[in-house]
């Protein structure tokens, strides 16, 4: 992670605020104390485009996921796309390090980095193909909990951690207006003013336990 640091020019207190963390856990990954967690792994991919697979291993080399010969990117509408009409720009890496005078791994780097910043988080988004993964992921996670008898049980800690990362992104409650139009249909988001709760879902399930006679009888 020094290296990505360093060749970004950032001191470790301004580092550590580009990910959310502090200057010192920033010191004590550098040094070795501390490991990498999957969510900083995550946060330095999506920020800076390092392959996640070449921040696990101790003597390991960043490698940016740009490459290795020449990306193909999906412009935005600044470039007159459309989501019907989508603009693709291909940029030979040879050239653009030639240009950029990048002559070392180092150098290399650096400039494809800055090529991420300055372009790829501006790409256009797919939004309704990353939600039909998650779709797809939870759904098959939910079948094999059900297969092996834990489905409610998976169900609650999914539950647990889609509401810690609510209050971790600060997001603010949805409506009705952000929703697939099927999902605005349904029965749980007629009326979409709050966060939903897990145990809504259960409501209607719940019964309660009839009272014995001899628990009538006591009173």
């Not at 605020?17 to 999506?46: C, F, N, P, Q, W």
């Not at 992104?169 to 009705?176: A, E, I, S």
């Amino acid at each position: 992670m020094k290296i990505i640091r360093v060749l970004l020019n950032r001191s470790r207190q301004q580092f550590a605020t580009d990910l959310g963390i502090s200057a010192r856990y920033v010191e004590a990954i550098e040094s070795g104390d501390r490991k990498l967690t999957d969510t900083l792994i995550a946060e330095i991919m999506v920020r800076f485009g390092i392959d996640p697979e070449s921040l696990k291993g101790k003597h390991c080399f960043p490698r940016s996921v740009l490459g290795p010969k020449k990306i193909t990117v999906r412009c935005d509408d600044r470039y007159g796309a459309t989501p019907d009409n989508p603009v693709e720009v291909t940029i030979p890496l040879d050239k653009f390090f030639a240009d950029n005078k990048a002559k070392d791994k180092y150098a290399q780097l650096r400039v494809l980095m800055a090529l991420w910043q300055q372009y790829a988080i501006h790409w256009q988004i797919n939004h309704e193909g990353i939600e039909e993964l998650f779709t797809l992921k939870l759904t098959l996670l939910l079948h094999a909990a059900a297969e092996s008898n834990c489905y409610y049980s998976l169900a609650m800690r999914l539950d647990l951690v889609i509401d810690h990362l609510r209050e971790v992104f600060q997001l603010q409650k949805g409506t009705n207006d952000h929703l697939p139009e099927a999902l605005r249909l349904g029965k749980w988001t007629t009326d979409f003013h709050e966060w939903p709760s897990f145990f809504d879902a259960l409501k209607n399930s719940f019964r309660p336990r009839p009272r014995s006679t001899s628990s009538r009888r006591k009173r």
